[in-house]
T-cell receptor, first 113, second 116 residues
């Protein structure tokens, strides 16, 4: 499994962009990067995923460096409800792995008024 | 969007009894589901991969005779914690894959198990 490294915690002011970094220097060419978040006492919520191109959806943008060794999740206008633990996951490749996700420790994002 | 439902959301049981947790995919068929466990202030730990119509695949260190998984249909997987002990108290979360193996996983809202 490619491991990921994320800062333990980050603060962000409400209304500002939240930029959450993730390092995945040992990622393989066919491994995707996924981002999930978990609000306290709930199941994780899917945010976005990508392989090598930048991706954007209604929740966030994902910027992947050209060498694919790191990525950044961007929440363009953070709100108090975005306070959560954010997980960057490099998915185990290969059909025989079933598509399982191995979670690291994540980044605890606190959005402050 | 894809919805995964877990039941019950909370359960309290006595030590030595068994508890069954259900995980349902409500608007899609899931040939593969995953069971995780999460202790307070820790990350999610994958316990097993549940495959419809076949035996589950357990992660290293997870006792398959203690955590029984059944995936009898394309919309239902169950996790039974047998002979539960206080150390089994945890947050159990299931997830299901929509589509091919690179598709996102969608998670249920978890089951808080307390063993007294």
């Amino acid at each position: 499994d490619a491991k990921t490294t994320q800062p333990t915690s980050m603060d962000c002011a409400e209304g500002r962009a939240a930029n959450l970094p993730c390092n995945h220097s040992t990622i393989s060419g066919n491994e995707y990067v996924y981002w999930y978040r978990q609000i306290h006492s709930q199941g994780p919520q899917y945010i976005i995923h990508g392989l090598k191109n930048n991706e954007t959806n209604e929740m966030a943008s994902l910027i992947i460096t050209e060498d694919r060794k790191s990525s950044t999740l961007i929440l363009p206008h953070a709100t108090l409800r975005d306070t959560a633990v954010y997980y960057c996951i490099v998915r185990v490749a290969g059909y025989n792995q079933g598509g399982k996700l191995i979670f690291g420790q994540g980044t605890e994002l606190s959005v402050k008024p | 969007g894809a919805v995964v439902s877990q039941h019950p959301s909370r359960v309290i049981c006595k030590s030595g009894t068994s508890v069954k947790i259900e995980c349902r995919s409500l608007d899609f068929q899931a040939t593969t589901m995953f069971w995780y466990r999460q202790f307070p202030k820790q990350s999610l730990m994958l316990m097993a991969t549940s495959n419809e119509g076949s035996k589950a695949t357990y992660e290293q260190g997870v006792e398959k005779d203690k955590f029984l998984i059944n995936h009898a249909s394309l919309t239902l997987s169950t996790l039974t914690v047998t002979s539960a002990h206080p150390e089994d108290s945890s947050f159990y979360i299931c997830s299901a894959r929509v589509g091919v193996y690179n598709s996102p996983l969608h998670f249920g809202n978890g089951t808080r198990l307390t063993v007294t």
